[in-house]
T-cell receptor, first 114, second 115 residues
Framework: GAVVSQHPSWVICKSGTSVKIECRSL??????MFWYRQFPKQSLMLMAT?????????EQGVEKDKFLINHASLTLSTLTVTSAHPEDSSFYIC??????????FGPGTRLTVL | GENVEQHPSTLSVQEGDSAVIKCTYS??????FPWYKQELGKRPQLIID?????GEKKDQRIAVTLNKTAKHFSLHITETQPEDSAVYFC??????????????FGSGTQLTVLP
């Protein structure tokens, strides 16, 4: 099946700094990628839809100026958490659809903000 | 938009017994319903899915049923094994325009299979 990678797998940063997370489709092209956030013992919540060559679409309640998304190529989307705070600590997962319905998930990035 | 409700939130069964997890959805236009298994700290893994033109689908010990009229679908795991212990999420494709449609997840079920 299709492979989606994420980097880094985990990151620890100080409050106020910015963190960039990369999501790559390794063996297919993805014009769309999705970014999710998952807090402990909770479900995956869609944050935004990343569109290659155009602006991302953010879900209600997600600050677009805080969570910057760039989908510069057909295989790479990046999520930058700007001015991170402890409440941003979470598990961030990206996914890319293949064939319209099925989605392949990246391994996730564990962000801890001190 | 779509809303998916899932229950129970936790489920404990004895090894060898069956487990059933149920979900309901709100958007009658949703037509793809995957089920994911997620182990702690790992990505969700697709275990089975069903499309709205099918009422039931089975893959070895796992089956999914769909009732479009009632807008609910269920996951059935038979002959459970300790390695089935994980969090299970149902999901539905949110109907909308464009070629890539969004998944809406249920709240998850922590399944524990007791040896």
């Amino acid at each position: 099946g299709a492979v989606v990678s994420q980097h880094p797998s985990w990151v620890i940063c100080k409050s106020g700094t910015s963190v960039k997370i990369e999501c790559r489709s390794l063996d297919f092209q993805a014009t769309t990628m999705f970014w999710y956030r998952q807090f402990p013992k909770q479900s995956l919540m869609l944050m935004a839809t990343s569109n290659e060559g155009s602006k991302a679409t953010y879900e209600q309640g997600v600050e677009k100026d805080k969570f910057l998304i760039n989908h510069a190529s057909l295989t790479l989307s990046t999520l930058t958490v700007t001015s991170a705070h402890p409440e941003d600590s979470s598990f961030y997962i990206c996914s890319a659809p293949v064939g319209g319905n099925e989605q392949f998930f990246g391994p996730g990035t564990r962000l801890t903000v001190l | 938009g779509e809303n998916v409700e899932q229950h129970p939130s936790t489920l404990s069964v004895q090894e060898g017994d069956s487990a059933v997890i149920k979900c309901t959805y709100s958007d009658s236009a949703s037509n793809y319903f995957p089920w994911y298994k997620q182990e702690l700290g790992k990505r969700p893994q697709l275990i089975i899915d069903i499309r709205s033109n099918v009422g039931e689908k089975k893959d070895q010990r796992i089956a999914v049923t769909l009732n479009k009229t009632a807008k609910h679908f269920s996951l059935h795991i038979t002959e459970t094994q300790p390695e089935d212990s994980a969090v299970y999420f149902c999901a539905a494709i949110k109907a909308g325009s464009g070629s890539a449609r969004q998944l809406t997840f249920g709240s998850g079920t922590q399944l524990t299979v007791l040896p």
